[in-house]
């Protein structure tokens, strides 16, 4: 699975790929939504339920470090660059 491919498919392909093939890494609250954080080969993926009916809102995928930072006292990095 590569970021592009993944970037141009549907949001309900791309939850339906995680829940397969992604590695569940941390979770967090964020207003009205329960964010899930995975890693899927070589990019992450964010799917934000929302709270009251927990319908998918939003599917993110991201390469940058930058995104990780709410995740960062939950999750340990080095192992998954090691």
Known sequence: MNHPYFSCISREQKAALVRVKGNFLADRLNGEHLVYLFSLDTFFVEIWYRRDNFEIDL??????????????EKVNFDQLIG
Do not use: G, W
């Open 59 to 72: 599917v993110l995928s991201f390469k940058s470090a930058t995104l990780l930072e709410p995740y960062l």
